[in-house]
């Protein structure tokens, strides 16, 4: 893809850029043109600047998956199943499978593409699922080979199961709220466990819940047990830096810190003899898991990753793993299970060991069932549906649509819709419009037995001559004229009603607002998301454009100055915790609109907690990449 470049060195001081696709941030004025057409020079006024680039993306490459390459995770175990989360790069889903032991065949559980962290007991199998955007709990009981909703908060995380006995983490009543719920499948009774709105990682044996506590401060860990027998809740630790807890009958094992943050540690505590026990100390274990008189976990007293066991009625130890590739341990009977990356380091593999016949063997994970267990002839079809810009608080609820398949039609309306078990076939799906949007345009695909079709209607706001953005501070950017034919926007920029710079876009232009310096106020500086011109076109009430932000949706009013921290893990999946606060997993872009030193820890299973400070002097964004340490 050639392109041509122009360079104007700026000499004054740039008070306000407005850039499309991210120019470099030094004092010059670029022009890129990718295409054949003449781009018109952009004008200033007071050393005022606008400028604009394009890129045509007609003669690309396109790039796609050649192996249908998945990378399983989180494995769990009960009896002669094993359960893991694979993501598939041939579609960039991720979704859950079981393996039985005994006849070494794997199914398909979920068409979602966007289950999570499953837990398993007897034949029920229990996950986390955002195919409605918001995370939930579901379960699939393999007797029955139905599927059912557990939750409905649309903020709940880490699932465990016991007999008929779900718990989970759940932010309902806030972002930095957390607390433990638990769900009981013969009573349909759902109950919470925890008020404090600082509860984690809940674990559960019998009538005994337990989990990390983070009361007494976000540095300030321990254990807790509720007792639903007795309803009776017990602090089990005080070293203010237990984490990752387990239960099996009346043993309480957990990692800790207490003897320095890079000391990890295993305790275990009875609750039959009040006993507290410290069973590693190899200052590098994490990831415990119990069951009977056997805790397993991951080590790295090598400098790598490696499975070891403890048998507490013999008191010796075994290492499981000589590979230094093993994390993620979990433990049934006599089997353990964990991934394994000895072949490489995106090459991840499940294997597992036979306590009893000191045998390891690879559980096929690389040749995946296609279908999804219990959909014969059958598959789930998801409508996601947005207002890309609501200045007028349209509800989504306008947004209706009509899907016509091999059975007749559907009809929906909202920003999801699921239709399951819908039979196998093509489908087709129409928009209706919404007033001042543009209607999105049809879509055809093709269901097969077994899987997921996934229809994404974006709605744009129309906007039109005169109409303006205000971007706070006194910076207003008007509409001035719409060329349908030539696809060609007049934007004119005004500082405090004078203008101050005006440009030509053509469609699909990017623009985003700079503030570079501002001093009729000393005002922040502000980074907003970038703009997008994403059609100029025209109908009954003249010319329009449609614009498109990428993060949030602004309306008219003001734009409070603002930028962003993007962060990266490795691995990726960390919780983040902004400020104390939670805010999502790695890898995620966090909007900053203080300026001021955020605090950022990143808490994952089976590593340390990490944490780190980033200073924001000025509204300029921040990409930060950390590296977790077992």
């Known amino acids: 893809m050639s392109a041509n470049k122009t360079t104007i060195s700026l000499v004054a001081t740039i008070c306000l850029m407005i850039s499309v696709c991210d120019p470099a941030s030094t004092r010059e004025l670029t022009v890129i043109n990718n295409s054949n057409a ?44 094993i359960v893991w989360q694979s993501f598939r790069n041939v579609d960039w889903n991720k979704d859950i499978y079981v393996y039985n032991i005994n006849n070494s065949t794997n199914n ?52 465990a199961i016991y007999e008929d006995k779900i718990v989970w983490k759940d932010n309902r ?25 600082s509860a984690y990682y809940p674990a559960i044996y019998g009538d005994k819940i337990v989990w990390k506590d983070n009361r007494n401060g976000w540095n300030q860990s321990e254990i807790y047990m509720y007792n639903l027998s007795t309803s009776v809740e017990t602090q089990i630790t005080t070293s203010g830096s237990a984490d990752y807890p387990a239960i099996y009958g009346d043993k309480i094992v957990w990692k800790d810190n207490r003897n320095g943050w890079n000391q990890s540690e295993f305790y275990m505590y009875n609750l039959s003899t009040s006993a507290e026990t410290q069973i590693i100390t190899s200052g590098s274990a994490d990831s415990p898991a119990i069951y009977g008189d056997r805790i397993v976990w991951q080590d790295y007293r090598n400098g790598k990753a490696d499975i ?46 036979n306590i009893s016949t000191s045998k ?38 306008n947004a209706t649509f009509s899907i016509f398949g091999p059975t007749g039609e559907y009809r929906g309306n909202g920003s999801y819709w699921a239709r399951l078990n819908a039979p196998k076939g093509t489908y087709t799906i129409s928009y209706e419009p919404v007033s001042g949007y543009d209607t999105p345009t049809s879509e055809t695909k093709i269901l097969t037995e077994g899987d997921s079709i996934k229809f994404y209607g974006d709605y744009f706001r129309k906007k039109r001559v005169g109409e303006s953005l205000d971007f706070g501070d006194g910076y207003i950017l008007i509409i001035k004229q719409i060329d349908s034919e030539m696809k060609e926007v007049s934007l004119e920029l005004q500082l405090d009603e004078r203008k101050v710079a005006e440009a030509r876009v053509r469609e699909h232009g990017t623009v985003s607002l700079n503030k570079i310096s501002y001093l009729v106020n000393k005002s922040e500086i502000s ?104």
């Open 173 to 197: 009543n806030g972002w930095n709220q957390s607390e433990v719920y638990m769900y009981n499948l013969s009573t349909s009774v759902e109950t919470q466990i925890t008020t404090n709105g």
């Open 308 to 353: 070891y066991m403890y048998n507490l009625s013999t008191s010796v130890k075994t290492q499981i793993t000589a590979n230094g590739s093993a994390y993620s341990p979990a433990i049934y009977g006599d089997k353990i299970v964990w991934v394994d990356n000895r072949n490489g380091w995106n090459q991840s593999e499940i294997y597992m060991y």
């Open 108 to 159: 398909r559980i979920t068409a979602s593409g966007s289950a999570d962290y499953p837990a398993i007991y007897g034949d029920k199998i229990v996950w986390v699922d955002s195919r409605s955007k918001y995370s939930d709990i579901y379960m699939y009981n393999l007797s029955t080979q139905s599927e059912t909703q557990i939750t409905t908060s649309g903020s709940a995380d880490s699932p």
């Open 527 to 630: 980074n907003p998301p970038e703009m997008t011109i994403k059609k100029i076109s025209i109908d009954e009430g003249g010319n329009y454009i449609d614009i498109s932000f990428s993060f949030p949706h602004y309306a008219f009013g003001s734009m409070k100055p603002s930028t962003y921290l993007i962060i990266h893990s490795i691995p990726e999946g960390a919780s983040i915790s902004l400020d104390e606060k939670y805010v999502g997993k790695t890898s995620k872009s966090l909007p900053i609109d203080k300026l001021k030193t955020y605090s950022v820890r990143l808490e994952l299973e089976g590593y340390k907690s990490l944490e780190s400070q980033f200073k924001f002097d000025v509204f300029e964004q921040q990409e930060i990449q950390l590296t977790l340490s077992r």
């Open 38 to 81: 003449t781009l018109p020079q952009n004008k200033s006024v007071d050393n005022q600047f606008l400028t604009v680039e394009y890129y045509s993306y007609e003669n690309a490459t396109q790039m796609s998956a050649v192996n249908n390459f998945s990378s399983p995770s989180i494995p769990a175990i009960y009896g002669n199943r």
């Open 360 to 397: 390891e063997i690879l559980v096929n994970t690389s040749e995946l069932s296609p279908n999804v267990l219990g959909k014969n002839g059958t598959g789930d079809i998801y409508v996601y549906t947005s207002l890309k810009w609501s200045p007028d608080s349209v509800p989504l609820t």
